[in-house]
């Protein structure tokens, strides 16, 4: 692994989540004495809540055994590239093992802080010495070292020499990607000597929070792989990106050196109305109101600066502004706004219509599909009952109406990499496509079974459907699919999603010591296991396509069943619900005829091309250090990505936007212009992308057999041919 996935650099919209607690925190790492007393307090809180059945869907003794793998998961979380510490330190660490348990059960955190601490001595020792190998003459590239990137089953250095070798190949590795890319040494010592002391200052100011919400996260993952601790400023990032909205700027910002950087702005937020802001440009100092103090915000954290420019619709923020065209030593622009409530429509379910040409004595199909990134809702505005709060299922509809007004032919719900979200989302998406009837069994930790469904009569599309999933499709997606796979309702076509068979509920700890404040946080606590109607879970297994696509990531690598503390497959009793349809009598052909078709599908022979490479690549865990071979193999894929431009364009397929950039410029996105670098990211969403249009065909392909064979559409069909479903 090299230096660039060491430490991934944040990009944030504000006032959404952050990623893991293991960021830069500006001011010391000595902790306020209240600080203190209420990690302490937190500490027995999540204690009790995760050591108590009533609360907890499978509580844990935190016995000598669980304390054992809170400290490897604590280390696990500080280090699991195991790049900084050695075996030694495991073994000065090693009495502490025994004591993680009683540590947090008593709210005394000095064994997680004595190895924080030696982790800031051993990040502040190795970035000294890869800074320092910038300075020799180690960079020849003719042998055949290699660089073993995946640390994560290897065992910790014996001792320092053999972390400083692994280092030595990792700044090799970080040399040669940038002069591959044209970059000559001078730039490239620069460039990496620069990348390697922000790496420093970020790790290295790291405080006692991020020490212990590492820490007590190390303790709720040791529960079960879904439950967290979310400290306040977190709890509140998650709880807004549920709802789909903010309340501040409307601005994406990038740290970027010590200085964070606009790098988009939100289409009708405040900052994009002004008409004064530009991605690149550099936020320096943040003031509140018309006339209160300006503080110089360069050298915090990303989160600090988010904290300052958010606030509630309707205030003043001021902030001072270096243009992006100027330098550092510009002249900074006062901008004064009023910060607005912001709806993030990028996130929120789209629609578009593929045309699917006639062929031979096959109509042309025009397919609806509606890609759903997550589940979200608004919880606070659907308790207030808001005419206009965020709801997956609302939009999905209006996009149903609108798809129904202009007669397409079937619809394809696209649920790739949909993490999930809210459990009645998924409740009640089911039931646009379902006439009442149980969605979901939700069983309790002390075995009470509860069915949660559809209660409204009438469906909002009764046509044909699809259901498109990946490997990343979970949770309340899982939900979904599996639903309408056990009702027969659509297709299911991708790969074996992702085996997330769990429920999961903020509890606020707030609530417990009458605090009127946010102090403590909330913990995201695994309350219950789903079970589809048919009675089988999918945790574990996943959802099993109808239809199965080249599988990208392996079930070993990703997913429910690579944790080890995950929850085992079992199923418990079905209950009655409507079969709309069985699909097996139609799945032999539509194979025939998906194999048939991809057989002369350029993209799609492309995808499964790539895939095999990349399955191929990754297997070997490591890159060669020799520079012809890497040189080779750099040249063999841009004339690959040219050529495959060239045929599309003899083909009239679509062009992909990105063929003329180069597939690694070696630099980190903190490293890279904002601006173009949020421009290539746009131009990645207008990629061809050859498993939707397969899968709106092979639904095509579904409709035109049923269509013709009324004996076939009678056996797949039975309820649909009286009830109205999949019929035109």
């Known amino acids: 692994m090299n230096l660039s996935r060491t430490l991934s650099t944040s990009v944030i919209v504000l006032a959404l989540s952050v990623p893991l607690a293991l960021m830069a925190r500006s001011g010391s790492d000595e902790l306020p004495a209240t600080s203190k007393v209420d990690q302490a307090t937190t500490s027995k809180l999540v204690y009790g809540l995760l050591s108590d059945s009533r609360y907890a869907y499978r509580p844990r003794a935190l016995d000598g055994t669980l304390s054992q793998d809170i400290f490897k998961r604590y280390l696990e979380s500080l280090d699991g590239s195991k790049m900084f510490f050695t075996a030694a330190d495991i073994a000065r660490f090693e009495p502490l093992r025994s004591r993680m348990g009683g540590?947090?059960?008593?709210?005394?955190?000095?064994?997680?802080?004595?190895?924080?601490?030696?982790?800031?001595?051993?990040?502040?020792?190795?970035?000294?010495?890869?800074?320092?190998?910038?300075?020799?003459?180690?960079?020849?590239?003719?042998?055949?070292?290699?660089?073993?990137?995946?640390?994560?089953?290897?065992p910790w250095a014996a001792n320092d020499a053999e972390v400083e070798q692994l280092w030595k190949q990792s700044v090799r590795n970080d040399w040669l990607r940038l002069k591959l890319a044209g970059k000559d040494s001078a730039d490239i010592r620069k460039t990496l000597d620069k990348r390697y002391a922000n790496l420093g200052k970020t790790l290295g100011e790291l405080d006692g929070t991020d020490a212990f919400n590492t820490f007590l996260n190390a303790y709720t993952a040791s529960i079960d792989p879904h439950t967290d601790y979310l400290d306040p400023r977190s709890a509140e990032r998650f709880n807004q990106s549920m709802s789909l909205s903010l309340e501040g700027i409307g601005a994406q910002l990038q740290k970027q050196d010590d200085v964070v950087v606009i790098r988009e702005l939100i289409a009708g937020g405040p900052a994009a109305t002004s008409g004064k802001f530009t991605p690149g440009d550099r936020i320096v100092g943040v003031g509140q109101g018309k006339s209160g103090p300006m503080e110089d915000v360069i050298g915090w954290r990303i989160d600090d600066v988010v904290e300052k420019i958010k606030g509630p619709k309707g205030t003043d923020v001021r902030l001072d502004v270096i243009p992006?065209?100027?330098?550092?030593?510009?002249?900074?622009?006062?901008?004064?706004?009023?910060?607005?409530?912001?709806?993030?429509?990028?996130?929120?379910?789209?629609?578009?219509?593929?045309?699917?040409?006639?062929h031979d004595s096959v109509p042309e199909r025009r397919i609806g599909v509606i890609k759903l990134p997550a589940f979200y809702q608004d919880f606070e505005g659907r308790r207030k009952h808001s005419d206009d709060y965020a709801s997956a299922t609302r939009d999905v509809a209006k996009l149903l109406k609108q798809f129904r007004g202009e007669g397409v032919d079937g619809v394809v719900m696209d649920l790739r990499s949909n993490g999930g979200g809210s459990l009645n989302e998924a409740i009640e998406l089911t039931g646009l496509f379902i006439d009442q009837g149980p969605v979901v069994q939700v069983r309790e930790s002390g075995g009470r079974v509860s069915v949660e469904g559809d209660r409204d009569a009438g469906v909002a599309w009764d046509g044909p459907l699809a259901v498109l999933v990946n490997r990343g499709s979970a949770s309340a997606s899982e939900i979904f699919a599996g639903a309408i796979q056990d009702y027969g309702r659509g297709l299911v076509i991708g790969e074996t999603t992702f085996g997330k068979g769990t429920v999961q509920n903020l509890v606020d700890l707030d609530r417990w010591p009458g605090n009127e404040g946010k102090r403590y946080g909330q913990v995201k606590l695994t309350i219950a296991q789903f079970f589809l109607p048919d009675g089988s879970s999918t945790q574990n297994k996943g959802v099993v396509p109808d239809i199965a696509f080249p599988v990208m990531v392996d079930a070993s690598e990703f997913g429910e069943s690579t944790y080890d503390n995950a929850l085992p497959w079992t199923r418990i009793a079905g209950v009655p619900h409507t079969r709309y349809g069985n699909f097996a009598p139609l799945l032999p052909q539509l194979a025939r005829l998906h194999a048939a078709r991809v057989k002369g599908d350029k993209e799609f022979q492309w995808f499964e091309e790539d895939v095999r490479e990349f399955r191929a690549e990754k297997e070997?865990?490591?890159?060669?250090?020799?520079?012809?071979?890497?040189?080779?193999?750099?040249?063999?894929?841009?004339?690959?990505?040219?050529?495959?431009?060239?045929?599309?364009?003899?083909?009239?397929?679509?062009?992909?936007?990105?063929?003329?950039?180069?597939?690694?410029?070696?630099?980190?996105?903190?490293?890279?212009?904002?601006?173009?670098?949020?421009?290539?990211?746009?131009?990645?969403?207008?990629?061809?992308?050859?498993?939707?249009?397969e899968s709106a065909a092979i639904l095509a392909d579904a409709v035109q057999l049923l269509d013709n064979d009324k004996v076939l559409s009678a056996q797949v069909l039975p309820v649909a041919n009286t009830a109205g479903h999949w019929t035109e």
């Open 620 to 693: 070997k865990k490591y890159i060669s250090l020799n520079e012809a071979e890497r040189r080779a193999d750099r040249d063999r894929q841009d004339a690959k990505r040219k050529s495959r431009q060239e045929q599309r364009k003899a083909l009239g397929l679509p062009l992909d936007p990105l063929a003329a950039m180069a597939a690694d410029d070696g630099l980190q996105a903190s490293e890279r212009n904002v601006a173009e670098d949020a421009k290539r990211e746009k131009l990645a969403e207008d990629a061809p992308d050859p498993l939707l249009r």
């Open 324 to 358: 992006a065209a100027l330098g550092m030593d510009g002249e900074p622009n006062r901008i004064t706004l009023t910060r607005a409530k912001i709806r993030l429509e990028e996130q929120a379910a789209k629609g578009e219509v593929l045309k699917l040409p006639a």
């Open 103 to 154: 540590a947090i059960k008593a709210g005394e955190l000095d064994p997680a802080f004595a190895i924080f601490s030696v982790f800031q001595q051993r990040v502040e020792q190795r970035v000294a010495y890869a800074r320092g190998l910038l300075k020799q003459d180690i960079f020849d590239f003719s042998g055949d070292e290699r660089w073993h990137y995946d640390r994560e089953d290897a």
